[in-house]
């Protein structure tokens, strides 16, 4: 498992950014998870990631479950106002479910994962554009 902040979150993660490369890499050829802001949610638990946001890259095998902002949302965690900018195919979370071999690619929806394209280069500047959509 791989994510650009975190591997898993302790309860709420909020204004999370991210612009560098999250790669899974397997040895003895097992499905790898990666985020761009957290790997997986905890099964079961009321965990939240908000407002965040991820330009980097994610890499992994096309058995590989990736997501640009999480790699696998466990039933019971929200993700609300997350945002990414990629020019991959890869979607915001790469599986909803509590079974960790599904790969299941969850469509894009506003107010819970979005692309965009604005590409924000630092985190201070991140921070400035997350207000504006707090608004």
């Known amino acids: 498992m791989a ?8 309860r709420t993660l909020e204004n999370a950014y991210n612009s560098g490369t999250v790669e899974v890499e397997n040895l003895n050829n097992k499905i790898g998870i990666a985020g761009g802001i957290v790997a997986a ?12 946001y991820n330009k ?25 106002n997350c945002y990414y900018y990629t020019e991959s ?3 915001g979370i790469g599986s909803e479910s509590d079974d ?4 299941n690619p ?21 921070l400035t554009w997350i207000e ?3 608004e």
Not at 106 to 119: Q, Y
């Open 41 to 52: 949610t905890a099964k079961g638990q009321d965990y939240i990631i908000k407002y965040s």
């Open 89 to 91: 195919e890869t979607k």
């Open 100 to 103: 960790m071999e599904t790969k």
């Open 56 to 80: 980097g890259e994610i890499i992994g095998r096309d058995k590989d479950i990736l997501g640009n902002i999480v790699g696998q949302r466990m039933t019971g965690s929200t993700i609300e």
């Open 106 to 126: 969850v469509e894009d929806t506003i107010g819970v994962t979005e692309k965009v394209e604005d590409n924000i280069e630092t985190y201070e500047e991140f």
């Open 3 to 10: 994510g650009g902040i975190a591997i898993q979150i302790v």
């Open 132 to 134: 504006g959509k707090k």
